[in-house]
């Protein structure tokens, strides 16, 4: 499990190993969070040349773990809390204490969430409100969560295993109903690392989720198995979504795909209502 934090802003990307019950943090993240580098990565070099101890310490614990980047899976530097502890105590930063106790306030809600599934949920509700998002928003994007989840649920079933073929199959549904991969999407709207669907507007998340319910029924009615069938289930739910947004765009003269997001102003295109 992929997932972006946030410490005082700043993004932390993450991943939740389910075999070890543990999380493990990207390390230039955390190096960018606590000092505020426009260079991380540079950052982070200097820092282990500087400190022998600590660069023979990360070279022997820190593994590279794959995580969300650009929307794609791509291998970081990461450490779990143990090794994001011993990296934090090199680091000069008046945050560092403030991290510390964020880090293991994310490691005591992960074990709530295990205990109780809905916890995550209402954490994401929380998010979302502290992000100004409207109510209207948030249920149209946990309803919209619901239906991809059912989906990949789908997929899993029916033989699809990688997390590059699950990226492969969404990009192939997306593609068709908004006529852009997915990257492009996310470079319309001037986003990086950010999660797209936490970018799109109303209209957006509905079409995204009409695309990926109607994929799953006419693969469930196809008894679709494997990435090939999957991915022709995909095209003819991605189309049906396609013409309802061609429909609604000629009736209302408005395009449903559009550059605007929800970064502060100065970094995004044009802004979606709050």
Known sequence: ???????????????????????????????????????????????????????????????????????????????????????????????????KQWLAKVGYERMQEMQDPEMSLDRARHHWQQLGRSEKWIQQRMTGQETRNKLTDYWKESGVERSDEFAFLTNIIHQEWTGLTVKKHKDLKGLKSQNLRDHMSEAELIFTALAELSTRQIAETEKAKGVNENAIAGKKGGKIAKDARLALEEKTGKKVITDENFLPTSQGNSKLEE
Request: charged fraction near 30%; charge should be positive; include cysteine.
């Open 1 to 99: 499990m992929n997932d972006i934090k946030l410490f005082e802003s700043k993004q932390i990307r993450s991943s939740w190993n389910e075999k070890e019950e543990q999380w493990y943090f990207s390390v230039v993240d955390i190096v960018e969070a606590l000092t505020d580098s426009i260079n991380a990565t540079d950052y982070l070099k200097k820092l282990r040349k500087r400190d022998s101890e600590l660069g023979s310490y990360i070279g022997t614990n820190c593994p590279q773990v794959e995580m969300l980047t650009n929307g794609k899976k791509r291998k970081t530097l990461a450490g779990n809390v143990r090794d994001i502890f011993r990296i934090v105590q090199s680091i000069p930063s008046p945050k560092a204490e403030p991290f």
